[in-house]
């Protein structure tokens, strides 16, 4: 995956700036930041710690999902 992001292994749990406590509080944070960088700080499961991940967000990627 581009962003490095593991699925059912990674866990967005915030960014630089905020602590994400909802997906509306993600997906607005995207909506923000469309197509500049975003550093999320992401949990991995199976490494029980954080680290962090730079995403562009863009919708028009023509994938499903968001």
């Known amino acids: 995956f581009k962003a ?3 699925p059912g ?3 967005i749990v915030g960014s630089a700036d905020l602590a994400i406590q909802s997906e509306d509080e993600f997906y607005q944070l ?4 469309k197509k500049r ?3 999320l700080i992401v949990f ?6 954080c680290r962090e991940v730079i ?3 863009d919708f028009d990627w023509g ?4």
């Open 4 to 6: 490095g992001l593991i």
């Open 30 to 33: 995207m909506i923000q930041n």
């Open 44 to 49: 991995n499961l199976d490494q029980n710690k």
């Open 9 to 11: 292994k990674d866990w």
């Open 55 to 57: 995403v562009v967000p």
């Open 37 to 39: 960088p975003v550093k």
């Open 63 to 66: 994938g499903e999902g968001w």
